[in-house]
């Protein structure tokens, strides 16, 4: 997590090669309340504006969550979330994601579609946003 601007904006950072192994027994379990953490840690940080940074590089396909679970994170987000996100920026996209989010594109609102951008390498990353308070995985760096 870091800031930005001059109100001082949330950054969260999202790194997928820490996501749990789909092929646990107790993987949907664990799913379930990584997203109900993420989510209450989002309302108790988020008052104003913020933008969501997804670290997709040196994720093995199986630690890549499901599209299930993201439609059902994306519905179950508080309107005031989805309305004061900015940016969500997914650094190091992979052919799997960009097929995902292709073929969600209709079932998703445009509003919430322009905020999408992908980011080929970490240096384009630096150029739109500081980076000094944000902690990047050594896996991701290399």
Same mark, same amino acid.
């Given at each position: 997590?870091?800031?930005?601007?001059?109100?001082?904006?949330?950054?969260?950072?999202?790194?997928?090669?820490?996501?749990?192994?789909?092929?646990?027994?107790?993987?949907?379990?664990?799913?379930? =309340?990584?997203?109900?953490?993420?989510?209450?840690?989002?309302?108790?940080?988020?008052?104003?504006?913020?933008?969501?940074?997804?670290?997709?590089?040196?994720?093995?396909?199986?630690?890549?969550?499901?599209?299930?679970?993201?439609?059902?994170?994306?519905?179950?987000?508080?309107?005031?979330?989805?309305?004061?996100?900015?940016?969500?920026?997914?650094?190091?996209?992979?052919?799997?994601?960009?097929?995902?989010?292709? #073929?969600?594109?209709?079932?998703?609102?445009?509003?919430?579609?322009?905020?999408?951008?992908?980011? =080929?390498?970490?240096?384009?990353?630096?150029?739109?946003?500081?980076?000094?308070?944000?902690?990047?995985?050594?896996?991701? #760096?290399?």
């Amino acid at each position: 997590t870091g800031y930005y601007g001059d109100g001082l904006n949330a950054i969260i950072v999202f790194a997928a090669c820490f996501l749990p192994d789909s092929s646990r027994t107790d993987y949907n379990y664990v799913m379930e =309340n990584l997203f109900l953490y993420v989510i209450s840690t989002l309302e108790l940080m988020v008052a104003e504006d913020y933008m969501i940074v997804y670290l997709n590089g040196a994720t093995p396909r199986r630690r890549m969550p499901g599209l299930g679970w993201m439609k059902k994170c994306y519905q179950m987000i508080d309107r005031r979330l989805r309305k004061n996100l900015k940016s969500f920026i997914i650094v190091h996209p992979s052919w799997f994601i960009r097929t995902i989010l292709a #073929v969600t594109r209709p079932f998703i609102s445009s509003k919430f579609s322009s905020k999408i951008q992908y980011v =080929n390498t970490l240096a384009e990353l630096r150029e739109m946003i500081p980076m000094e308070y944000m902690h990047i995985p050594d896996s991701i #760096v290399k």
